[in-house]
């Protein structure tokens, strides 16, 4: 069973920046994806970006998204990282962290993201 536990979101004013984290607890794998996705009310949830455990990097093909937001991690923390800069109240989600390996993934809990205009 993995544990994934998210921090750092909130209310911000649009063209903000906040910085998501989701550490991981309880893996034994160390090959594995860990990514961050976002949903609002009515709509599926999507994908943002996905990091590897060797650093390999993935985003949306979302124009919208390009240039403003990084994701990292940092393997000895077993914590991912979402960099979001330029924020627009079309960012304001829930952000959840996904853990992906051999076939077994979970989810974090969800955390709230706001940009006020």
């Known amino acids: 069973q993995v544990q994934l536990v998210e921090s750092g979101g909130g209310l911000v004013q649009a063209g903000g920046s906040l910085r998501l984290s989701c550490a991981a607890s309880?893996?034994?794998?160390?090959?594995?994806?860990m990514s961050w996705w976002r949903q609002t009310p009515g709509k599926q949830r999507e994908f943002v970006a996905a990091?590897?455990?060797?650093?390999?990097?993935?985003?949306a093909d979302s124009f919208s998204l390009k240039g403003r937001f990084t994701i990292s991690r940092d393997n000895a923390k077993n914590t991912v990282y979402l960099q979001m800069n330029s924020l627009t109240p079309e960012d304001t989600a829930v952000y959840y962290c996904?853990?992906?390996?051999?076939?077994?993934?979970?989810w974090g809990q969800g955390i709230q993201v706001t940009v006020s205009s």
């Open positions: 990091v590897t455990s060797g650093g390999t990097t993935n985003y």
């Open positions: 309880g893996s034994s794998f160390r090959s594995n994806v």
């Open positions: 996904k853990w992906v390996a051999s076939g077994t993934y979970y």
